[in-house]
């Protein structure tokens, strides 16, 4: 009886992987489509051919479907970075960045619609908005962590803090792309912009005239890139 059973509740938790899979690749495309605004749970099962009551039962609310994409998104990122030839911890932080413009580039309909809602800014659920945003602020902490063993910053850095202010500077930059004001590539010189000005106070003697070398490099190009992105 057992040796029954056990295939059937394993065929039962495949199916239900399944749904949820096609649940939060509906939402992915949806947002797209549609936006934060007007994405709903209805339409998501629509799109991903089940009922309503299949989305609440697997996932118990919209946010949460929204959290298990965007923690999907952040597992993708963060492997493209893992993979990236950077020469060390402190490069590793700029890859990053290039990094996710490049994404921004290839999907933006999808990171603009994850980033802007009418009703309420960046996410009208604050369930995803944490999701989101916690998740990030983890994976920059841990990157300032690793620069700081690497000796690169020096030993007495807060990385927590750190970790918050490069998410607040990035979450700046990234809200005048999201509205059109700056283009991506704008976006990237501003954001390691603004990382490069960061660390470079809390670079160690060895890294600081690497840091203070590429605010230049980068400063000489902000002021011709503040245009309306095409």
Request: proline fraction near 3%; avoid cysteine.
């Amino acid at each position: 009886m057992l040796t029954t059973a056990a295939p059937q509740a394993s065929r039962r938790e495949q199916a239900k992987s399944e749904r949820r899979a096609r649940i939060v690749d509906a939402t992915h495309d949806l947002l797209r489509e549609v936006g934060m605004d007007e994405l709903t749970v209805k339409l998501v099962a629509e799109r991903a051919d089940v009922s309503p009551a299949t989305v609440y039962n697997l996932f118990g609310t919209k946010g949460a479907v929204l959290a298990r994409m965007f923690e999907l998104d952040l597992l993708g990122f963060q492997k493209l970075v893992d993979d990236a030839p950077s020469e060390n911890a402190l490069q590793r932080i700029f890859d990053a960045v290039a990094i996710a413009a490049d994404l921004y580039r290839q999907d933006p309909d999808f990171y603009r619609a994850t980033m802007w809602s009418r009703s309420s800014g960046p996410e009208e659920d604050g369930e995803a908005a944490l999701a989101m945003r916690e998740p990030r602020t983890r994976f920059w902490t841990a990157m300032v962590e690793q620069a700081i063993s690497e000796g690169y910053l020096r030993p007495k850095t807060d990385p927590t803090v750190l970790g918050v202010l490069m998410i607040q500077i990035a979450a700046g930059v990234l809200s005048d792309w999201v509205l059109k004001i700056i283009s991506v590539d704008q976006l990237e010189r501003e954001t390691s912009f603004g990382f490069a000005v960061l660390l470079t106070h809390y670079a160690t003697r060895e890294a600081v005239a690497g840091l203070r070398a590429r605010v230049t490099a980068l400063e000489e190009h902000l002021s011709s890139g503040r245009r309306r992105a095409r």
